[in-house]
């Protein structure tokens, strides 16, 4: 399997051999298109992937007009030639799959990365009594109204549990936003692989995952899991969501209604009883860290960008 980066690697000969099947993930750019449409008779296949509602720009309605600049840069330029070049539509969810009438469509739900040696979890490290709480929320730039909603909560709870700390990850105004919270840590963004690396190191305890009602978030699938669990978290996640069918309450993660009282509560509970917190963590360790590991059977180039 290949793996090309659309902002850093140009199509090269042999990208695109005989027999080839490409999945686009996500976007696309112009030196890409033109390299598939020349050698489109020859792949096997092109499947488009979306985990998020991509084809319809009627429902970016509500993102920061930052992102909503980078989709229409990398996929609303290029949806006649999407749409042209695909032969199968993957969704991250079923909400998804079902606001299109594609020939040719398949659900592919996330699952996690393997991260440890021979594709084993990386080891939890259990919380004692005296060592603080980390609390976290690796948000992306789409959820800045999630970040509005959660400012507050996170403020009371910074204040009622002396032994809790926060890290987020933002932009300058994230920071501006955040920065003078007590025990806060406001992390710039970063690349895929080294917020890869950043979760194996920062031994987290509790990752917030609130999804507010949007038409955007109702396609959003369940892979915030992954990057709780990653971090050696639990996580605490809104519902209704698609977080409600892939997690138990009270066994591998909470679901909360989106009540800010309720989130306040729940978490003083949870910093409070560190037994319950190592156990919830350790169940949702023992759930969402195994990778479910897949071999290719058809040669593939998958086109990302960052």
């Known amino acids: 399997m290949s793996y090309k980066d659309l902002d850093q690697d140009t199509p090269h000969f042999g990208d695109l051999a005989p027999g080839t099947g490409v999945v686009i993930v996500r976007y696309l750019n112009a030196r890409w298109v033109a390299a598939l449409r020349t050698h489109r008779s020859q792949l096997s296949y092109v499947a488009y992937f979306m985990d998020d509602d991509l084809l319809h720009p009627k429902h970016w309605a509500g993102l920061p007009r930052s992102y909503i600049k980078k989709l229409q840069k990398y996929c609303g330029a290029?949806?006649?030639d999407i749409r042209a070049l695909a032969?199968?539509?993957?969704?991250?969810?079923?909400?998804?799959?079902?606001?299109?009438?594609?020939?040719?469509?398949?659900?592919?739900p996330p699952r996690p990365l393997p991260l440890g040696v021979d594709n084993t979890p990386l080891p939890l490290r259990p919380l004692d009594v005296q060592s603080p709480v980390q609390m976290f929320y690796h948000g992306s730039a789409t959820h800045q109204a999630e970040l509005d909603w959660l400012h507050p909560i996170v403020e009371r709870l910074l204040y009622q549990c002396p032994d809790l700390h926060f890290e987020v990850i933002g932009n300058h105004a994230v920071n501006l936003q955040f920065r003078d919270l007590p025990r806060t840590r406001v992390l710039h963004p970063?690349?895929?692989?080294?917020?890869?690396?950043?979760?194996?190191?920062?031994?987290g305890h509790i990752g917030l995952a609130p999804l507010l009602p949007s038409s955007f978030n109702e396609g959003r699938s369940h892979s915030k899991i992954y990057d709780i669990t990653r971090c050696g978290a639990i996580g605490v996640y809104s519902t209704p969501s698609a977080y409600t069918n892939a997690i138990v309450h009270g066994e591998d993660g909470l679901l909360l209604k989106n009540e800010p009282?309720?989130?306040?509560?729940?978490?003083?509970?949870l910093v409070e009883n560190r037994a319950r917190l190592n156990a919830l963590r350790t169940a949702a360790h023992a759930r969402h860290s195994t990778p479910v590991i897949e071999t290719p059977t058809l040669m593939q180039t998958l086109l990302t960008a960052a």
């Open 261 to 269: 009282d309720l989130w306040v509560q729940t978490i003083a509970e």
């Open 87 to 108: 032969s199968a539509y993957w969704f991250s969810t079923q909400t998804l799959q079902d606001r299109y009438q594609f020939k040719v469509m398949q659900v592919i």
């Open 190 to 203: 970063m690349s895929w692989h080294s917020y890869i690396s950043h979760c194996q190191t920062i031994n």
């Open 78 to 80: 290029f949806i006649p």
